[in-house]
Protein backbone atom coordinates (compact mmCIF):
# COMPACT_ATOMS: atom_id res chain seq x y z
CA UNK A 1 0.00 0.00 0.00
CA UNK A 2 1.55 3.53 -1.24
CA UNK A 3 2.18 6.19 1.56
CA UNK A 4 -0.53 8.90 0.79
CA UNK A 5 1.12 12.46 0.46
CA UNK A 6 0.69 14.67 3.48
CA UNK A 7 -0.14 17.84 0.94
CA UNK A 8 -0.61 20.32 4.08
CA UNK A 9 2.69 19.65 5.42
CA UNK A 10 4.10 19.97 1.62
CA UNK A 11 2.31 23.03 1.63
CA UNK A 12 4.03 24.62 4.54
CA UNK A 13 7.41 23.54 3.92
CA UNK A 14 7.41 25.12 0.73
CA UNK A 15 6.27 28.18 1.89
CA UNK A 16 8.97 27.96 4.67
CA UNK A 17 11.98 27.75 1.75
CA UNK A 18 10.31 30.60 0.02
CA UNK A 19 9.84 32.56 2.97
CA UNK A 20 13.30 32.35 3.59
CA UNK A 21 15.20 32.76 0.54
CA UNK A 22 13.14 36.01 0.39
CA UNK A 23 14.93 36.95 3.68
CA UNK A 24 18.12 36.03 2.32
CA UNK A 25 17.65 38.81 -0.43
CA UNK A 26 19.05 42.02 0.86
CA UNK A 27 17.12 44.45 -1.29
CA UNK A 28 13.97 42.44 -0.02
CA UNK A 29 14.66 42.75 3.80
CA UNK A 30 14.95 46.44 3.19
CA UNK A 31 11.96 46.68 1.23
CA UNK A 32 10.21 44.92 3.87
CA UNK A 33 12.03 46.60 7.04
CA UNK A 34 11.07 50.30 5.31
CA UNK A 35 7.53 49.39 5.12
CA UNK A 36 7.34 47.84 8.37
CA UNK A 37 8.45 50.98 9.97
CA UNK A 38 5.80 53.31 7.89
CA UNK A 39 3.19 51.10 9.23
CA UNK A 40 4.57 51.49 12.84
CA UNK A 41 4.70 54.79 12.60
CA UNK A 42 1.02 55.71 11.28
CA UNK A 43 -0.23 53.17 14.38
CA UNK A 44 1.79 54.85 16.73
CA UNK A 45 0.31 58.05 15.64
CA UNK A 46 -3.00 57.12 15.80
CA UNK A 47 -2.43 55.33 19.19
CA UNK A 48 -0.93 58.51 20.98
CA UNK A 49 -3.37 61.00 19.85
CA UNK A 50 -6.01 58.02 21.32
CA UNK A 51 -3.64 58.63 24.42
CA UNK A 52 -4.46 62.00 24.38
CA UNK A 53 -7.72 61.61 24.79
CA UNK A 54 -7.71 64.26 21.05
CA UNK A 55 -10.16 63.23 18.47
CA UNK A 56 -8.67 64.28 14.98
CA UNK A 57 -10.79 67.07 14.52
CA UNK A 58 -9.65 68.31 17.80
CA UNK A 59 -6.02 67.65 16.81
CA UNK A 60 -6.38 69.38 13.73
CA UNK A 61 -7.29 72.62 15.33
CA UNK A 62 -4.13 72.56 17.26
CA UNK A 63 -2.16 72.32 14.43
CA UNK A 64 -4.00 74.48 12.41
CA UNK A 65 -4.96 72.19 9.67
CA UNK A 66 -7.95 70.57 8.53
CA UNK A 67 -8.96 67.66 9.80
CA UNK A 68 -8.71 65.53 6.07
CA UNK A 69 -4.75 66.42 7.15
CA UNK A 70 -4.28 64.72 10.35
CA UNK A 71 -6.39 61.67 8.85
CA UNK A 72 -3.99 61.42 5.94
CA UNK A 73 -0.70 61.73 8.37
CA UNK A 74 -2.43 58.82 10.47
CA UNK A 75 -3.12 56.70 7.15
CA UNK A 76 -1.42 53.92 6.52
CA UNK A 77 1.40 53.67 4.21
CA UNK A 78 1.41 57.66 4.24
CA UNK A 79 5.14 58.05 3.65
CA UNK A 80 5.46 61.89 3.34
CA UNK A 81 6.46 62.05 6.70
CA UNK A 82 9.19 65.44 7.66
CA UNK A 83 10.55 65.81 10.56
CA UNK A 84 9.25 69.25 10.98
CA UNK A 85 5.86 67.84 10.23
CA UNK A 86 5.73 64.74 13.13
CA UNK A 87 7.54 67.28 15.65
CA UNK A 88 4.72 69.82 15.27
CA UNK A 89 2.29 66.86 15.43
CA UNK A 90 3.75 65.28 19.06
CA UNK A 91 3.77 68.81 20.16
CA UNK A 92 0.08 69.63 19.48
CA UNK A 93 -0.46 66.24 21.38
CA UNK A 94 0.66 67.71 24.79
CA UNK A 95 2.64 67.15 27.83
CA UNK A 96 4.25 63.68 27.82
CA UNK A 97 4.41 63.02 24.46
CA UNK A 98 7.99 62.80 23.20
CA UNK A 99 9.33 62.36 19.43
CA UNK A 100 12.37 59.73 19.49
CA UNK A 101 14.42 59.36 16.55
CA UNK A 102 17.24 56.52 16.60
CA UNK A 103 19.75 55.95 13.94
CA UNK A 104 21.21 52.86 14.21
CA UNK A 105 23.79 50.91 12.47
CA UNK A 106 22.94 47.55 10.81
CA UNK A 107 23.67 44.43 12.14
CA UNK A 108 26.60 43.01 9.46
CA UNK A 109 25.70 40.23 7.81
CA UNK A 110 27.32 36.50 8.43
CA UNK A 111 30.25 36.16 7.04
CA UNK A 112 30.53 32.21 5.18
CA UNK A 113 34.49 31.77 5.77
CA UNK A 114 36.26 30.72 3.06
CA UNK A 115 39.19 28.44 2.85
CA UNK A 116 41.70 29.23 0.51
CA UNK A 117 44.79 27.46 -0.35
CA UNK A 118 47.50 30.10 -0.11
CA UNK A 119 50.06 29.98 -1.97
CA UNK A 120 53.78 31.07 -1.13
CA UNK A 121 55.01 34.58 -3.57
CA UNK A 122 58.28 36.53 -3.55
CA UNK A 123 59.05 39.65 -4.74
CA UNK A 124 62.19 41.01 -5.53
CA UNK A 125 62.65 44.71 -5.03
CA UNK A 126 65.30 46.08 -7.10
Do not use: C, H
Not at 43 to 57: D, H, I, S, W
Amino acid sequence: MEKQRDLIEEGRQAYQEWRESLWANPEYRAIYEAEAAKKELWLQLVEARQKAGLTQAELARRLGVSQAQVARMEKRGYDAYTLNSLRRYVQALGEGFSLDIAVRQREPEPVTPVIAEQKNSYMIDN
